[in-house]
């Protein structure tokens, strides 16, 4: 439940939006949950790294789609050649047939290199921030994720609500 939390936190804006394309917060949660149940990582301070390169992988991700909407770019002009009567063009159901096979491809192809790179790291990962990072807490997963919420509204007070709280946060934590 913590792990979802902090994910659903991080990125608040989920749905592309014309040529904003978020990281894909799905695929960050599908890596690590099946992972943190078999490992038993229930820890943050043995999350930390996983869950980083989880954060990774959901920017790979959304750096693939954009690459795929460049590719799909010659599909739509191909659409428009057909819809002018060329013979050169291509029916809007192939093109819509074929942008679907590509991006389920390359999605499901991406999630299956990151989810064997997460199985051999993961331990390692986890074993490294138990070591490292026993200090790190739930609340300092929340507070971080908070702040990506705050920032994935895109709204100039947001940002300066984040800074107060930030600033305020630094003068009591100097107390």
């Known amino acids: 439940m913590p792990l979802g939390i902090v994910f659903e936190l991080v990125w608040l804006d989920v749905l592309a939006l014309g040529s904003v394309v978020p990281p894909y917060g799905t695929l960050s949660f599908l890596l690590l949950f099946p992972l943190a149940v078999l490992y038993d990582w229930r820890q943050p301070d043995v999350l930390l790294l996983p869950v980083a390169f989880a954060m990774l992988c959901a920017h790979a991700a959304a750096w693939l789609e954009q690459q795929q909407r460049q590719l799909m770019d010659d599909a739509s002009e191909r659409v428009q050649l057909w819809c002018a009567g060329d013979a050169g063009g291509t029916l809007p159901g192939r093109a819509i047939l074929y ?26 990962f986890a074993r490294i921030g138990a070591e490292w990072f026993p200090s790190v807490s739930w609340a300092m997963f929340y507070a971080a994720a908070m702040a990506g919420a705050v920032l994935g509204l895109r709204i100039r007070r947001a940002y300066a609500v984040l800074a107060a709280a930030l600033i305020i946060l630094g003068l009591l934590m100097s107390l």
């Open 99 to 124: 942008s679907i096979l590509v991006r389920a491809g390359a999605q499901y192809a991406l999630y299956i290199v990151c989810f064997l790179l997460m199985t051999a790291l993961g331990p390692l």
